[in-house]
């Protein structure tokens, strides 16, 4: 049984920041965290989940290494080989498509960074079967709960204009269309008659036909309906272009979002290096706020893909017992009934297995050690990113009991400058988006969440070698949390520290996989190493 492809049937409010005096001693340190965690513990125990005795040793090893160095390597990555990777999706060497084969109307899925995904593959279709796209739809989900439509989210002129050499883009289709019943007429394409990540000759032999016929086709869904290999050069090009250079927030987002870095860096007058593709003309703001002249605080930016849908949907248990599986059942009544009914007729790995194969979401509680594990010190300012997290403020209690420095968009920016995204999360991802994306470094939790996804990616395109990234090998680290009750914590820092040190080599894109996430390959970038 090919049980890995079940994960892919679908694709805080928390204390504010506080200070740290650094007169107190190791020990009275530790004393109070260690007092913390038991005031916790007797508030509700399943709060530490399987990990209290790890929590206290990693509170005392924070608190002995206050006046340590951190490793030299946490904020870095392997500058030599990751500098020599240079941009270069902007270059083309082809004519604008015409577009006469008919009109591509798309409504893509999912959340905000699955849309991203949708759209760029979207306008390689459009170039491949030499048809219009029209400006793409959103369509809108019940675990999402957004209305946003493309133009709330990206700068729809900007996208027309920029991809204009390469594909005809529309507003909409033309009226003798718009009167048109799609579903009668067989010009409606879901996801169901398109294989996940389809060649370009599926399109090519059973969209075409439609196109010529009709003069429309409309996608509905398109969730990684096109795929990475192989595909030719030019437009693998097209879709790293569309992605770097075409999308780019509208201006709310964009100012926005220029505040968040500032009071994230603590400083408004030290632009980042990544901040101008990100926010815009409100890069230039930051950088002629000189009101501080202190250097700007660097900041780790930690995405917690351990929402509710992704907790309920990897079938894994998190120690919350009886509770916490009728819970979650529920919900995949609901939001995922296919995985449901699969559950119910299949004979499925137990969630023991698949933490073993390293399928289950990091919690918070492995999360927080596995930042303490690598050297991150207790005064790091650490932002988290994401929605709301499963098992809400009690649940986080291992991250800010650790690190007090730990602040989220909902704490830094006020209500009033949130109010114009509020009640669309589409609009406020793109806030973790560009929190992480800016970040001094970055740590995912989940190697499969398409904001880390596009995060990394976005770094190490723009990044020009500077931009570290902690991609945690989940199945090297499950091995590691089985000894909970028995390691010592040397033992856990260095098998933590190994695992993560492999993930940082700088490798060129592996074939079959993401150019969105990893870009270092010939068609998105160009090697400056020369060889003599």
């Not at 959340?111 to 979207?122: E, L, P, S, T, Y």
């Not at 250079?245 to 030290?270: C, M, S, T, W």
């Not at 990234?469 to 680290?477: E, F, G, Q, V």
């Amino acid at each position: 049984m090919n049980w890995v492809m079940l994960l892919r049937l679908q694709d805080h409010g928390l204390h504010s920041e506080s200070g740290f005096s650094g007169n107190s001693s190791v020990a009275s340190v530790s004393v109070t965290i260690r007092e913390k965690w038991r005031k916790l513990g007797k508030e509700k125990k399943a709060q530490k989940g399987n990990y209290g005795r790890m929590l206290d040793l990693a509170a005392h090893a924070l608190a002995e290494g206050l006046n340590k160095p951190e490793p030299k390597d946490l904020w870095l990555e392997p500058f030599v080989p990751a500098s020599s990777w240079k941009p270069c999706a902007d270059q083309r060497s082809w004519e604008p498509n015409e577009g006469k084969n008919g009109y591509i109307l798309v409504t893509a899925n999912g959340g905000m960074n699955q849309q991203r995904v949708a759209v760029c593959n979207a306008v390689a279709v459009a170039r491949l079967l030499n048809s219009t796209l029209v400006v793409p739809k959103f369509l809108y989900s019940s675990i999402w709960r957004d209305v946003s439509q493309f133009g709330d989210i990206y700068q729809e002129e900007h996208f027309i204009n920029y991809l204009t050499p390469d594909i005809r883009i529309v507003k909409e289709l033309p009226k003798e269309l718009q009167s048109l019943d799609l579903e009668a007429i067989g010009s409606v394409v879901t996801d169901a008659d398109i294989p996940k990540e389809a060649k370009p000759s599926f399109y090519l032999k059973n969209i075409v036909p439609i196109l010529l016929k009709n003069g429309v086709v409309h996608f509905l869904g398109f969730g990684h309906r096109l795929a990475f290999d192989p595909i030719p050069f030019q437009l693998q090009r097209l879709r790293c272009r569309c992605n770097f250079y075409a999308l780019q927030f509208v201006p709310k987002i964009q100012e926005v979002g220029a505040l968040l870095l500032q009071r994230l860096r603590q400083n408004e007058g030290h632009p980042g290096p990544l901040d101008r593709y990100l926010v815009g003309s409100y890069a230039k703001r930051i950088k002629k706020d000189k009101s501080h002249s202190k250097k700007a605080s660097r900041y780790l930016a930690l995405h917690l893909r351990f929402e509710i849908d992704m907790v309920a949907h990897s079938l894994c248990e998190f120690g919350g017992g009886e509770e916490e599986r009728k819970e979650l059942e529920a919900y995949r009544e609901i939001h995922f009934p296919a995985l449901t009914v699969l559950k119910k007729t299949t004979m499925l790995p137990t969630p023991a297995e698949l933490r073993e194969e390293g399928l289950c979401p990091l919690t918070p509680e492995e999360a927080v050690l596995m930042l303490a594990a690598l050297g991150f010190n207790r005064k790091t300012r650490i932002f988290v990113a994401g929605s709301q997290i499963y098992g809400g403020r009690s649940r986080m209690n291992a991250l800010t009991s650790l690190y007090p420095k730990l602040v989220t968009k909902e704490n830094l920016l006020t209500p009033t400058e949130l109010e114009p995204l509020m009640n669309f999360s589409s609009q406020l991802a793109a806030l973790d988006f560009i929190g992480c994306t800016a970040a001094d470094a970055f740590s995912m939790t989940d190697s499969g969440s398409q904001l880390s996804s596009l995060v990394s990616g976005y770094r190490i395109y723009y990044g020009g070698g500077r931009m570290p990234t902690i991609r945690p090998n989940k199945r090297r680290l499950a091995s590691i949390f089985m000894k909970n009750s028995t390691i010592e914590w040397r033992v856990f820092e260095q098998r933590i520290r190994k695992a993560v040190r492999q993930t940082k080599h700088v490798q060129p894109r592996p074939k079959a996989r993401s150019m969105y996430r990893y870009p270092r390959c010939d068609e998105c970038m160009c090697n400056m190493t020369i060889t003599t």
